[in-house]
């Protein structure tokens, strides 16, 4: 047998400390992109609200520097700095360096914690180019300093003595390392709304985040007493409320608290965010099953003793009960039961009982002390019910769906000649001239071309039976072959990446926005799995010596022409929009993948997409009118 071949002792390699973590980052903090890196973030913050939640911390900051470099500083106990006895080193330095080590695994620390691995800290010490951490306890301040995960020698010193006005605590500082990261700039708005998502979980916790990267430092400061209700509140703001009171109650079963807030609106979309010891899990899990079994349960239940659905045949489904609501719901657990590093989904089987318990027994209470909430939220419940029985009923719906299902393409679709989709791309084309040239243009291997015409119906305004009799949308729903709503199953995508391909315009904007709206509310997994992206043509083409170069803006046309043409170039020419383009140029801006310039959607944070989405395509204008006052100035390219 060759030596190529050989499985034997020799091929083992064991990966000591955190050569493991640098190796397979993306096991540890789920990916390398924007993700990962500001996951980095949210690890050590964790750890100061782990802190909060022992009782110890009450302010938190977040400070991003020019150098690229974040701290994060909290007036917690301090990371402790005596001698561990089993590794002979301090336990800050042990912590940092050492997989599964921490104070979580026992209950006298730490009561209720989000990081229970041991890894959370470690692992950003090990994904970043420098890590310096102080730590004031002890009546000192100590220091250390760690070079690519480890400790650098003689740097782990007593700096000074407290002062009598000064507060214990922990700052840690790091570098990511660009040599693991795929770029190394974090997003102001990104780390703001989770630090907001923690100050509304964590009452009375001050969260400041400190963006210094420019001359005029910005500073957020996020401190909520309300706790989840005012989060509720938040969530709203830009919806109708059926109800003035957000639904509010906590209790403790089994060392399991459970707190729930929740209020009707008008809206047709409904909006669920779960929590499970502060961590976002957005996909869900046994608390989130629990509730959902519980609140159709109880809304039923009165709806039925009160003769509430007299003229409704049945009883009302989860989906009809969960139409326009907004709720939060937060577990906290002495051991939870995550599936994975990055914590997205909640295991604990009993964790279901508990919260099913508590929705029933508190929700029950409280709709017989406040009969006219009650009513308003069954209400809704029932209508939303009748228009689902109509829908199903109507014989146009069931010509419809049977056409979704259908296995015939939407004739305007000129599809690809690979069947994998892990290759094959959609370009969903504003337009028929542009949809026209992308089919000349196109390599006819992977890449399929939907041209659609005009604006699609904004589905934020209507349920599922109106927007399916949308033309330009059955034949979207109908390429992509997965299905819509519940039935919804992304396995069965024909296609991995969805392009997004409208004028770099206004319009061009607002149909790309209703496109994401459908997307987002209707095929979600799509763009949780990264399948969803916005091509970006080039708004000018500048030609100088048989030299073509393009740009996306006006600043970067006039750079090219300093830079590239002395200021003289042979000619500037403006797209006004896609169709302009003949099939050569799209090819060589927008669809060559050499080349061309794509945008990932992601979904950073639900609760601010979702709110979002509200704000945009919903129907309250105000909010609307200042998000765009808010932020004209300073977009440059318009996106959701």
């Known amino acids: 047998m060759p030596d190529g071949n050989e499985y034997a002792a020799g091929q083992i390699q064991v990966m000591e400390g955190l050569q493991a973590v640098r190796k397979r980052p993306a096991m540890y903090i789920g990916s390398t992109d924007a993700r990962g890196l500001h996951h980095l973030v949210y690890e050590v913050v964790d750890n100061s609200i782990d802190e909060a939640l022992a009782g110890y911390c009450d302010e938190i900051k977040v400070r991003l520097d020019e150098d690229g470099s974040v701290t994060v500083t909290d007036d917690g106990r301090g990371i402790p700095v005596d001698t561990h006895e089993e590794y002979d080193r301090p336990a800050v330095e042990v912590i940092m360096t050492v997989l599964h080590a921490g104070g979580k695994f026992d209950k006298q620390s730490y009561q209720v914690s989000g990081g229970l691995h041991g890894v959370g800290v470690s692992v950003v010490n090990a994904l970043s180019k ?41 700052s840690i500082t790091f570098w990511p390392d660009p040599e693991i990261f795929n770029h190394i700039e974090f ?9 907001r998502e923690l100050a509304f979980l964590n009452p009375g916790v001050e969260i400041t985040l400190t963006d210094a990267r420019s001359e005029e430092a910005d500073e957020r400061v996020h401190k909520y007493d309300g706790g989840i209700r005012e989060f509720v ?66 809304v039923n239940d009165y709806a039925a003793s009160n003769g509430l659905m007299a003229d409704l045949d049945g009883n009302l489904r989860g989906k009809d009960v969960r139409e326009g609501l907004t709720a939060v719901v937060s577990v906290k657990h002495p051991d939870p039961q995550f599936e994975g ?64 299902e259908s296995t015939a393409l939407p004739g305007k679709l000129a599809d690809c000649q690979t069947r994998d989709p892990t290759e094959s791309e959609l370009f969903v084309v504003e337009g028929d001239s542009a949809g026209g040239s992308a089919k000349q243009g196109r390599d006819r291997e992977f890449q399929a071309i939907l041209p659609l015409r005009g604006k699609i119906l904004n589905v934020e305004r209507h349920r599922l039976d109106r927007i399916l009799e949308n033309d330009e949308i059955r034949s979207l729903i109908t ?146 009118k200042q998000f765009i006052k808010d932020h004209a100035t300073d977009a440059e390219w318009v996106d959701i």
């Not at 220091?143 to 002062?163: A, I, N």
């Not at 102001?188 to 709304?193: F, H, K, P, Q």
């Not at 027994?361 to 809704?380: C, M, N, V, W």
Request: charged share 30%; hydrophobic share 35%; aromatic share 6%.
């Open 233 to 298: 509140a938040f969530l709203n703001e830009t919806k109708t409320p059926l109800h003035d009171d957000v639904v509010f109650f906590e209790t403790e079963n089994r060392d399991v608290s459970v707190e729930v807030a929740m209020q009707a609106t008008d809206e047709l979309q409904g909006s669920l965010h779960a929590f499970a010891n502060n961590i976002n899990t957005r996909e869900g899990g046994t608390h989130l099953t629990g509730f959902k079994t519980a609140l159709t349960r109880v």
């Open 341 to 404: 590093q990055t914590k997205t989904k909640l295991g604990n089987s009993e964790v279901r009982g508990i919260v099913e318990s508590a929705v029933h027994q508190h929700l029950g209470t409280y709709f017989e002390e406040h009969p006219d909430t009650a009513r308003t939220i069954i209400s809704k419940a029932v209508e939303a019910a009748k228009a689902r029985k109509a829908a199903k009923k109507a014989e146009e719906l069931t010509r419809r769906k049977s056409a979704l």
């Open 130 to 170: 420098w890590l310096e951490v102080e730590v004031r306890r002890d009546g000192a301040v100590w220091s250390h300093r760690f070079d690519h995960g480890e400790p650098v020698e003689d740097t782990f010193e007593r700096v000074r003595d407290l002062r009598p006005d000064e507060e214990t605590g922990t």
């Open 187 to 195: 997003t102001t708005e990104t780390l703001d709304s989770r630090l």
């Open 479 to 624: 390429a992509i072959g997965a299905g819509i709503g519940e039935e919804f199953d992304v396995e069965d995508a024909r296609y991995q990446r969805i392009i997004l391909m409208t004028d770099a315009d206004v319009d061009g904007a607002h149909i790309r926005t209703l496109l994401l709206t459908l997307l987002y509310r209707h095929m979600r997994p799509l763009i949780e799995r990264g399948y969803v992206y916005a091509a970006r043509p080039p708004l000018y083409r500048v030609r100088k010596g048989g030299k073509t170069y393009d740009a996306m803006t006006e600043a970067e046309r006039d750079q090219i022409v300093a830079e590239k043409c002395d200021g003289s170039p042979d000619q500037v020419q403006r797209f006004k929009g896609l169709g302009e383009m003949n099939p050569g140029q799209l090819w060589e801006t927008t669809m060559n993948p050499e080349n061309r310039v794509l945008k990932q959607i992601t979904l950073e944070d639900a609760a601010t997409a979702d709110r979002m989405f509200s704000v945009l395509m919903g129907d309250a204008v105000e909010p609307r």
